[in-house]
Protein backbone atom coordinates (compact mmCIF):
# COMPACT_ATOMS: atom_id res chain seq x y z
CA UNK A 1 0.00 0.00 0.00
CA UNK A 2 1.21 3.36 -0.78
CA UNK A 3 1.92 6.08 2.17
CA UNK A 4 2.07 9.75 1.55
CA UNK A 5 5.53 10.14 1.45
CA UNK A 6 5.58 8.26 -1.75
CA UNK A 7 3.25 11.10 -3.09
CA UNK A 8 5.41 13.50 -1.71
CA UNK A 9 8.67 12.01 -3.09
CA UNK A 10 7.09 12.35 -6.15
CA UNK A 11 5.94 15.76 -5.85
CA UNK A 12 9.49 17.01 -4.60
CA UNK A 13 11.58 15.53 -7.34
CA UNK A 14 9.74 18.12 -9.16
CA UNK A 15 9.41 20.84 -7.44
CA UNK A 16 11.97 20.66 -5.20
CA UNK A 17 12.12 22.05 -1.23
CA UNK A 18 14.68 24.52 -1.74
CA UNK A 19 13.40 26.14 -4.53
CA UNK A 20 10.63 28.10 -2.24
CA UNK A 21 11.24 31.22 -0.74
CA UNK A 22 11.98 30.99 2.71
CA UNK A 23 9.00 32.75 3.99
CA UNK A 24 7.02 30.10 2.06
CA UNK A 25 5.54 27.44 4.36
CA UNK A 26 5.23 24.58 1.73
CA UNK A 27 5.00 20.90 2.52
CA UNK A 28 3.19 18.78 4.78
CA UNK A 29 0.04 21.30 6.26
CA UNK A 30 -1.73 18.91 8.45
CA UNK A 31 -1.48 15.35 9.04
CA UNK A 32 0.93 12.45 8.19
CA UNK A 33 3.53 11.58 5.56
CA UNK A 34 3.20 8.01 6.94
CA UNK A 35 -0.62 7.31 6.69
CA UNK A 36 -1.73 5.17 3.65
CA UNK A 37 -3.24 6.82 0.73
CA UNK A 38 -5.62 5.62 -1.98
CA UNK A 39 -7.09 8.75 -3.39
CA UNK A 40 -5.62 12.22 -4.16
CA UNK A 41 -7.48 15.46 -4.59
CA UNK A 42 -5.74 18.43 -5.94
CA UNK A 43 -6.66 21.83 -5.30
CA UNK A 44 -5.49 25.10 -6.16
CA UNK A 45 -6.78 25.81 -2.07
CA UNK A 46 -7.81 24.12 0.56
CA UNK A 47 -11.11 26.10 1.45
CA UNK A 48 -13.54 24.26 3.86
CA UNK A 49 -15.71 23.37 0.54
CA UNK A 50 -12.79 21.83 -0.86
CA UNK A 51 -12.43 19.93 1.99
CA UNK A 52 -16.34 19.08 2.23
CA UNK A 53 -15.76 17.52 -0.95
CA UNK A 54 -12.57 15.11 -0.25
CA UNK A 55 -14.92 14.02 2.17
CA UNK A 56 -17.86 13.25 0.15
CA UNK A 57 -15.55 11.38 -2.06
CA UNK A 58 -13.61 9.90 0.41
CA UNK A 59 -10.18 11.30 -0.10
CA UNK A 60 -7.11 10.61 1.94
CA UNK A 61 -4.84 13.16 0.48
CA UNK A 62 -5.13 16.92 -0.90
CA UNK A 63 -2.43 18.21 -2.79
CA UNK A 64 -3.13 22.26 -2.63
CA UNK A 65 -0.87 24.66 -4.36
CA UNK A 66 -1.74 27.63 -1.84
CA UNK A 67 -0.65 26.42 1.58
CA UNK A 68 -3.44 26.00 3.97
CA UNK A 69 -1.10 28.11 6.50
CA UNK A 70 1.05 31.51 5.60
CA UNK A 71 1.03 32.39 9.15
CA UNK A 72 1.88 29.99 12.33
CA UNK A 73 -0.89 29.39 14.06
CA UNK A 74 -1.50 31.35 17.80
CA UNK A 75 -4.80 29.22 18.10
CA UNK A 76 -6.99 26.80 16.87
CA UNK A 77 -10.71 27.72 17.18
CA UNK A 78 -13.23 25.66 15.84
CA UNK A 79 -15.81 28.10 15.53
CA UNK A 80 -13.56 29.99 12.65
CA UNK A 81 -13.34 28.62 9.55
CA UNK A 82 -9.42 27.62 9.86
CA UNK A 83 -10.55 25.60 12.94
CA UNK A 84 -13.67 23.91 11.12
CA UNK A 85 -10.80 23.16 8.23
CA UNK A 86 -8.46 21.54 10.76
CA UNK A 87 -11.03 19.67 12.69
CA UNK A 88 -12.66 17.88 9.48
CA UNK A 89 -9.25 17.08 8.10
CA UNK A 90 -8.11 15.26 11.31
CA UNK A 91 -11.67 13.63 12.27
CA UNK A 92 -11.79 12.10 8.66
CA UNK A 93 -7.71 11.41 8.69
CA UNK A 94 -7.39 13.77 5.49
CA UNK A 95 -3.66 15.04 5.08
CA UNK A 96 -2.74 18.25 3.40
CA UNK A 97 0.29 18.96 1.67
CA UNK A 98 1.26 22.03 -0.30
CA UNK A 99 3.72 22.78 -3.27
CA UNK A 100 3.58 26.79 -3.91
CA UNK A 101 6.63 28.62 -4.43
CA UNK A 102 8.69 25.07 -5.33
CA UNK A 103 5.75 24.97 -7.70
CA UNK A 104 6.16 28.52 -9.53
CA UNK A 105 10.05 28.14 -10.22
CA UNK A 106 10.19 24.37 -11.09
CA UNK A 107 10.30 23.40 -14.59
CA UNK A 108 7.69 22.28 -16.02
CA UNK A 109 6.16 23.95 -12.87
CA UNK A 110 2.88 26.75 -13.15
CA UNK A 111 5.11 29.54 -14.97
CA UNK A 112 5.79 27.03 -17.55
CA UNK A 113 2.39 25.46 -17.31
CA UNK A 114 0.93 28.95 -18.27
CA UNK A 115 3.54 29.44 -20.90
CA UNK A 116 2.08 25.77 -22.65
CA UNK A 117 -1.24 27.09 -22.28
CA UNK A 118 -0.58 30.52 -24.36
CA UNK A 119 1.72 28.74 -26.82
CA UNK A 120 5.12 30.59 -25.94
CA UNK A 121 8.47 29.81 -27.04
CA UNK A 122 12.20 30.40 -26.89
CA UNK A 123 11.47 31.04 -22.96
CA UNK A 124 13.74 31.63 -20.38
CA UNK A 125 13.38 32.44 -16.52
CA UNK A 126 12.13 35.93 -16.15
CA UNK A 127 13.41 36.50 -12.38
CA UNK A 128 16.35 34.21 -11.18
CA UNK A 129 16.26 32.61 -7.77
CA UNK A 130 18.48 30.47 -8.27
CA UNK A 131 21.04 28.39 -10.47
CA UNK A 132 23.32 25.20 -10.05
CA UNK A 133 26.82 25.18 -9.24
CA UNK A 134 28.82 22.63 -11.45
CA UNK A 135 31.54 20.88 -11.29
CA UNK A 136 34.13 19.30 -14.04
CA UNK A 137 35.08 15.32 -13.60
CA UNK A 138 37.42 14.41 -15.45
CA UNK A 139 38.57 10.49 -15.58
CA UNK A 140 41.67 8.97 -16.49
CA UNK A 141 40.58 5.30 -18.08
CA UNK A 142 42.40 2.70 -20.58
CA UNK A 143 41.59 2.93 -24.36
CA UNK A 144 39.70 -0.32 -23.88
CA UNK A 145 36.89 1.22 -21.78
CA UNK A 146 36.60 4.74 -23.35
CA UNK A 147 32.93 4.13 -24.51
CA UNK A 148 31.85 2.26 -21.09
CA UNK A 149 32.81 5.16 -18.67
CA UNK A 150 31.75 7.56 -21.44
CA UNK A 151 27.87 5.88 -21.37
CA UNK A 152 27.89 5.80 -17.07
CA UNK A 153 29.12 8.75 -16.94
CA UNK A 154 26.76 10.52 -19.08
CA UNK A 155 23.76 8.19 -18.07
CA UNK A 156 24.54 9.44 -14.19
CA UNK A 157 23.66 12.78 -15.21
CA UNK A 158 26.50 14.49 -16.17
CA UNK A 159 27.69 16.39 -19.33
CA UNK A 160 24.19 18.17 -19.55
CA UNK A 161 24.59 21.52 -21.43
CA UNK A 162 21.22 22.88 -22.06
CA UNK A 163 19.24 20.40 -24.11
CA UNK A 164 22.30 18.27 -25.12
CA UNK A 165 23.53 15.78 -22.80
CA UNK A 166 26.71 13.53 -22.45
CA UNK A 167 28.83 16.60 -23.36
CA UNK A 168 32.18 14.96 -23.08
CA UNK A 169 35.86 15.83 -24.31
CA UNK A 170 39.16 13.21 -25.08
CA UNK A 171 42.26 13.54 -24.81
CA UNK A 172 44.54 10.81 -25.45
CA UNK A 173 48.43 9.69 -23.02
CA UNK A 174 50.06 7.86 -21.28
CA UNK A 175 49.20 6.49 -17.64
CA UNK A 176 51.95 5.22 -15.21
CA UNK A 177 51.86 3.65 -11.94
CA UNK A 178 53.62 0.54 -9.81
CA UNK A 179 51.23 -1.33 -8.05
CA UNK A 180 52.32 -2.31 -4.44
CA UNK A 181 52.09 -5.09 -2.01
CA UNK A 182 48.51 -6.17 -1.38
CA UNK A 183 47.24 -4.60 -5.09
CA UNK A 184 45.09 -6.80 -7.44
CA UNK A 185 45.79 -4.68 -10.63
CA UNK A 186 43.65 -4.84 -13.57
CA UNK A 187 46.78 -4.31 -15.52
CA UNK A 188 49.91 -5.34 -14.66
CA UNK A 189 51.83 -6.82 -11.66
CA UNK A 190 53.14 -5.49 -8.30
CA UNK A 191 56.43 -4.02 -7.84
CA UNK A 192 56.43 -3.24 -11.65
CA UNK A 193 56.37 0.11 -13.29
CA UNK A 194 53.21 0.35 -15.96
CA UNK A 195 52.65 2.83 -19.07
CA UNK A 196 49.50 1.98 -20.08
CA UNK A 197 47.70 3.91 -23.41
CA UNK A 198 45.31 5.63 -21.64
CA UNK A 199 42.02 8.44 -22.35
CA UNK A 200 41.30 11.30 -19.99
CA UNK A 201 37.66 12.03 -20.21
CA UNK A 202 36.42 15.72 -19.06
CA UNK A 203 33.16 16.48 -18.29
CA UNK A 204 30.69 18.64 -16.00
CA UNK A 205 27.90 17.50 -13.11
CA UNK A 206 25.37 19.38 -11.15
CA UNK A 207 27.02 19.60 -7.69
CA UNK A 208 23.88 17.84 -6.27
CA UNK A 209 24.27 14.85 -8.82
CA UNK A 210 27.83 15.02 -8.04
CA UNK A 211 28.39 12.08 -5.61
CA UNK A 212 25.74 9.72 -7.46
CA UNK A 213 27.78 10.32 -10.91
CA UNK A 214 31.09 9.44 -8.86
CA UNK A 215 29.83 6.08 -7.47
CA UNK A 216 28.87 5.13 -10.65
CA UNK A 217 31.67 6.10 -12.82
CA UNK A 218 33.50 4.18 -10.22
CA UNK A 219 31.63 1.22 -10.59
CA UNK A 220 32.30 1.02 -14.28
CA UNK A 221 35.88 1.86 -14.31
CA UNK A 222 38.07 -1.22 -14.56
CA UNK A 223 40.92 -0.17 -12.39
CA UNK A 224 41.20 -1.03 -8.66
CA UNK A 225 42.01 2.62 -7.64
CA UNK A 226 40.59 4.59 -10.38
CA UNK A 227 42.46 8.15 -11.11
CA UNK A 228 39.89 11.20 -11.29
CA UNK A 229 39.86 14.99 -10.81
CA UNK A 230 36.97 17.41 -9.10
CA UNK A 231 37.09 20.94 -9.89
CA UNK A 232 34.23 23.60 -9.16
CA UNK A 233 33.44 25.74 -11.72
CA UNK A 234 32.28 29.16 -11.99
CA UNK A 235 30.46 28.87 -15.03
CA UNK A 236 26.66 28.97 -13.86
CA UNK A 237 24.43 25.62 -14.72
CA UNK A 238 20.98 25.57 -14.61
CA UNK A 239 18.72 28.80 -13.76
CA UNK A 240 15.85 28.46 -12.06
CA UNK A 241 13.23 31.11 -10.97
CA UNK A 242 9.89 33.06 -10.88
CA UNK A 243 8.67 33.67 -14.14
CA UNK A 244 9.06 33.22 -17.92
CA UNK A 245 9.32 35.53 -21.02
CA UNK A 246 9.44 33.58 -24.49
CA UNK A 247 7.65 34.34 -27.58
CA UNK A 248 4.46 33.81 -29.58
CA UNK A 249 4.61 32.35 -32.88
CA UNK A 250 3.37 34.86 -34.92
CA UNK A 251 2.93 38.36 -33.93
CA UNK A 252 -0.72 39.35 -32.66
CA UNK A 253 -2.11 42.49 -31.92
CA UNK A 254 -3.25 42.78 -28.52
CA UNK A 255 -7.14 42.77 -28.84
CA UNK A 256 -6.55 39.56 -30.48
CA UNK A 257 -4.03 38.69 -27.73
CA UNK A 258 -6.52 39.64 -25.11
CA UNK A 259 -9.32 37.30 -26.54
CA UNK A 260 -6.82 33.42 -26.96
CA UNK A 261 -6.14 34.87 -23.09
CA UNK A 262 -9.72 34.45 -21.96
CA UNK A 263 -10.30 31.41 -23.78
CA UNK A 264 -6.74 29.47 -23.15
CA UNK A 265 -6.55 30.68 -19.46
CA UNK A 266 -10.25 30.07 -19.14
CA UNK A 267 -11.39 33.54 -17.74
CA UNK A 268 -14.24 35.85 -17.85
CA UNK A 269 -12.44 38.75 -17.95
CA UNK A 270 -8.67 40.74 -17.47
CA UNK A 271 -7.71 44.35 -16.83
CA UNK A 272 -5.04 45.83 -19.20
CA UNK A 273 -3.34 48.71 -18.85
CA UNK A 274 -1.61 49.48 -22.22
CA UNK A 275 -2.52 49.67 -25.84
CA UNK A 276 -4.98 47.40 -27.81
CA UNK A 277 -3.72 48.23 -30.75
CA UNK A 278 -0.30 47.47 -29.96
CA UNK A 279 1.86 44.67 -31.40
CA UNK A 280 2.30 41.38 -29.33
CA UNK A 281 6.00 39.07 -29.76
CA UNK A 282 7.40 38.52 -26.73
CA UNK A 283 5.86 37.94 -23.57
CA UNK A 284 6.51 37.54 -20.19
CA UNK A 285 4.22 36.29 -17.27
CA UNK A 286 4.07 34.65 -13.47
CA UNK A 287 1.38 33.55 -12.29
CA UNK A 288 0.55 34.68 -8.86
CA UNK A 289 0.96 37.92 -7.68
CA UNK A 290 3.79 39.02 -9.41
CA UNK A 291 3.37 43.31 -9.92
CA UNK A 292 6.58 44.21 -8.31
CA UNK A 293 8.33 42.13 -11.31
CA UNK A 294 6.73 44.04 -14.45
CA UNK A 295 10.53 46.74 -14.82
CA UNK A 296 12.19 43.28 -14.83
CA UNK A 297 9.73 42.29 -18.06
CA UNK A 298 10.18 45.81 -19.77
CA UNK A 299 14.04 45.88 -19.34
CA UNK A 300 13.85 42.21 -21.13
CA UNK A 301 11.92 43.59 -23.38
CA UNK A 302 8.80 42.19 -23.11
CA UNK A 303 5.96 43.62 -25.28
CA UNK A 304 3.40 42.68 -22.23
CA UNK A 305 3.83 41.40 -18.78
CA UNK A 306 0.69 39.13 -17.50
CA UNK A 307 0.21 38.67 -13.76
CA UNK A 308 -2.32 38.57 -11.24
CA UNK A 309 -3.37 41.11 -9.05
CA UNK A 310 -1.72 44.12 -10.10
CA UNK A 311 -2.47 47.12 -7.66
CA UNK A 312 -3.61 50.68 -9.50
CA UNK A 313 0.19 52.48 -8.66
CA UNK A 314 1.99 50.08 -10.19
CA UNK A 315 0.05 49.46 -13.06
CA UNK A 316 -0.35 53.25 -13.28
CA UNK A 317 3.94 53.31 -13.01
CA UNK A 318 3.84 50.75 -16.00
CA UNK A 319 0.88 52.85 -17.80
CA UNK A 320 3.25 55.69 -17.94
CA UNK A 321 6.18 54.02 -18.78
CA UNK A 322 4.38 52.43 -22.02
CA UNK A 323 4.41 49.02 -20.75
CA UNK A 324 1.65 46.94 -21.32
CA UNK A 325 0.39 44.88 -18.38
CA UNK A 326 -2.41 42.44 -18.26
CA UNK A 327 -4.07 41.57 -14.76
CA UNK A 328 -5.34 38.00 -15.50
CA UNK A 329 -6.38 37.43 -11.59
CA UNK A 330 -4.50 34.78 -9.44
CA UNK A 331 -7.04 32.43 -10.29
CA UNK A 332 -4.88 31.44 -13.31
CA UNK A 333 -2.96 29.24 -11.54
CA UNK A 334 -5.65 26.80 -11.13
CA UNK A 335 -3.61 25.46 -14.53
CA UNK A 336 -1.86 23.16 -11.89
CA UNK A 337 -4.13 20.65 -10.95
CA UNK A 338 -4.66 18.98 -14.25
CA UNK A 339 -0.64 19.33 -14.87
CA UNK A 340 -0.72 17.88 -11.64
CA UNK A 341 -2.80 15.09 -12.09
CA UNK A 342 -1.15 13.51 -14.79
CA UNK A 343 2.22 14.07 -13.45
CA UNK A 344 1.17 11.78 -10.53
CA UNK A 345 -0.84 9.87 -12.78
CA UNK A 346 2.06 8.83 -14.64
CA UNK A 347 4.38 8.06 -11.69
CA UNK A 348 1.80 5.85 -10.12
CA UNK A 349 -0.26 4.14 -13.04
CA UNK A 350 -3.22 2.84 -11.62
CA UNK A 351 -1.74 2.18 -8.45
CA UNK A 352 -3.51 5.74 -7.01
CA UNK A 353 -6.83 6.77 -8.23
CA UNK A 354 -6.25 11.34 -8.47
CA UNK A 355 -9.22 13.73 -9.00
CA UNK A 356 -9.16 17.11 -9.51
CA UNK A 357 -11.48 19.41 -7.06
CA UNK A 358 -14.50 20.87 -8.77
CA UNK A 359 -14.99 23.56 -6.29
CA UNK A 360 -14.65 27.07 -8.10
CA UNK A 361 -12.01 28.77 -5.25
CA UNK A 362 -12.01 32.12 -6.84
CA UNK A 363 -12.90 34.65 -4.26
CA UNK A 364 -14.24 36.98 -7.26
CA UNK A 365 -17.35 37.25 -9.05
CA UNK A 366 -18.01 39.82 -12.03
CA UNK A 367 -21.43 42.01 -11.37
Not at 8 to 31: H, N, S, T
Amino acid sequence: MLKNKDVFQVMEKWARLDFAYDWDPIGLQVGSKQNEVRKVMITLDVLEDVVDEAIEKDVDLIIAHHPLFFSPLQSIDLESTKGRIVKKLIQHEITVYAAHTNLDIAVGGVNDMLCDELGLQQRNVLVETKSEELVKICVYVPETHVNQLKEALGDAGAGFIGHYSHCQFQTKGTGSFKPLEGTNPFIGKQHQMEYVDEVKIETIVEQRHMNDVVQKMLRAHPYEEPAYDLYPLKNKGTQYGLGRIGELSEPMEMRDFVAMIKQTLDVSHIRLSGQMDSTVKKVAILGGSGEKYWQVAEKKGADVYITGDMTFHPAQDAWQMNMNVIDAGHYIEKVMKKVTKKRLDEAFESSLEVMISNVNTDPFQII
